[in-house]
C-alpha cells in the first residue's frame, strides 16, 4: 500500500462509518483487483486504482489526491443488492421488505448523527430479525439471485468508469448526445402512446442535461456487463440486461430511502413525483437501448421474452419494493416528527455508536 492509498483509506474512515465486512477484506479486495484491472484494461484507462471498502455510506465515486484519481467501491452495496435480488424473485414475505427498510432508515439517521431515531428504527428491524430468519431459512434459492449480482457489479464500476471517461474526453460525450436525444424522443413518444398527457409531460420535464449523462453511462456499461457476461458464459444478453435493469431499480430504492430520511423536518419536501419520472426516463431509455442490442445480437425472439419479463419484474418491483418502502416512509419519516434535535449526552452518545454498529452488521 503506498501513500496515496493509505491516506485515501485514513479519509474514508473519518468521513464514512464502516461495518465488518462479512469476507476476509484482504480476499475480496483481492477478488476486485482481478475483476477491476481487466475493465480499465478493455475501457484503456492508464491509471485509476480502486479502493475497496464496506460502510454504511454505500456510495461508489471517484476521489481525488495529489497523484491522481480513486475509484471506490463500496461493497456493502452488493450485499444490499442481494437482498434487492431476492425480494424482487423470490417468493418473500412482508417481513423482509420491513426489516430491510428500518434497516436503511436506521442507517441514514446514524449518518446524519440523529441518535434517538436511529436507535428507534435499529429496534423496529431487531423486532423483525426473528421473522426474517424464519422467512430466508424457507425461500428457496433462486440461481438467479447470485448470477444477477456478478453483472450488477461490472455494471456498477462500468457506469462509473464511464463518468469518468466522459469528463475527461467531452468530445465523446458531445458525439453521442444526438443519438441520445433520439431515444428520449421514443421515450416522450411512447409515455405519449402508453399514459396520459401528464405522464408525457412529467417524462419531458425530467429529460435534462444531468440524465443525459446518466443515460449515456447506463448504455455504455449494459454493453460492458453483457460482454463480460457473454465472455464468462455467465449470462446471456438478455439475462445481463435483466439484471442491470434490477440494478437501476435497486439504486433508486437506496437513493429514496436516503433522501428521505436526510430531508426529514425540512419545511421543503422532496418532489417524489420529479424522482420517479427521472427512474422512468432511465429505465425507458435503458429499455430502448437493450432491445436494440438484443435485436443486433439476432436474438429477435428474445427481444419480446425481454419486454415481457422487464414488465412483469417491473411491476413486482413497484407493488412489492417500491410501494411498501414508500408506505413506510410515509408513516414514519413524511407524516411523523423525528426527533432530529435532541441533543444526547457523550456517554450516551458512544453507547448508542456501539449498539447501531452491532446492528448495522447483521
Ligand atoms: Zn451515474
Not at 424457507?138 to 469518468?164: C, G, S, V
Not at 444526547?344 to 458512544?350: C, D, K, P, Q
Request: proline letters at 2%; one cysteine or more.
Amino acid at each position: 500500500m503506498n501513500d496515496d492509498d493509505h491516506f485515501i483509506r485514513k479519509s474514508l474512515q473519518c468521513s464514512r462509518v464502516a461495518r465488518q465486512p462479512t469476507a476476509e477484506a484482504i480476499s475480496v479486495q483481492q477478488y476486485y483487483s482481478d475483476f477491476y484491472s481487466d475493465i480499465v484494461e478493455q475501457m484503456e484507462i492508464p491509471h485509476l486504482p480502486l479502493i475497496i471498502c464496506n460502510t454504511i455510506n454505500k456510495r461508489i465515486c471517484l476521489s481525488i489526491t495529489s497523484k491522481g484519481y480513486y475509484l471506490i467501491f463500496d461493497n456493502y452495496i452488493i450485499e444490499l443488492f442481494y437482498q434487492l435480488n431476492n425480494l424482487v424473485l423470490v417468493d418473500t414475505p412482508q417481513v423482509c421488505i420491513e426489516s430491510f427498510c428500518y434497516k436503511m432508515m436506521a442507517e441514514s439517521c446514524r449518518l446524519k448523527s440523529w441518535y434517538i431515531p436511529a436507535i428507534n428504527f435499529a429496534g423496529e428491524y431487531m423486532n423483525r430479525i426473528e421473522g426474517l430468519m424464519l422467512a430466508s431459512k424457507n425461500i428457496e434459492n433462486d440461481n438467479r439471485t447470485k448470477n444477477y449480482l456478478f453483472i450488477q457489479q461490472d455494471f456498477l464500476i462500468a457506469h462509473e468508469l464511464f463518468h469518468y471517461i466522459i469528463n475527461r474526453k467531452p468530445s465523446l460525450y458531445n458525439r453521442s448526445q444526438s443519438s441520445k436525444r433520439n431515444y428520449f424522443d421514443k421515450i416522450i413518444k411512447y409515455a405519449n402512446l402508453q399514459g396520459t398527457t401528464t405522464t408525457a409531460e412529467g417524462i419531458r420535464h425530467a429529460v435534462d442535461n444531468s440524465m443525459l449523462e446518466e443515460c449515456f453511462c447506463d448504455a455504455t456499461a449494459l454493453i460492458h456487463a453483457v460482454d463480460i457476461g457473454n465472455k464468462l458464459k455467465k449470462s446471456s444478453t438478455v439475462d445481463c440486461a435483466i439484471a442491470c435493469t434490477l440494478a437501476l431499480l435497486h439504486q433508486f430504492e437506496l437513493s429514496i430511502i436516503s433522501e428521505i430520511v436526510n430531508n426529514a423536518g425540512n419545511h421543503e419536501p422532496i418532489n417524489l413525483s420529479n424522482r420517479l419520472n427521472r427512474l422512468n426516463v432511465r429505465l425507458l431509455h435503458f429499455k430502448c437501448i437493450a432491445c436494440d442490442y438484443i435485436r443486433e445480437a439476432d436474438e429477435k425472439l428474445q427481444v419480446d421474452d425481454f419486454s415481457t419479463i422487464i414488465e412483469e419484474l417491473t411491476d413486482v418491483w413497484n407493488k412489492k419494493v417500491a410501494t411498501a418502502t414508500l408506505d413506510l416512509l410515509s408513516k414514519e419519516v413524511l407524516q411523523a416528527d423525528l426527533d432530529t434535535s435532541i441533543m444526547i449526552s457523550r456517554e450516551h452518545r458512544t453507547k448508542f455508536r456501539n449498539v447501531l454498529s452491532e446492528v448495522f452488521n447483521t
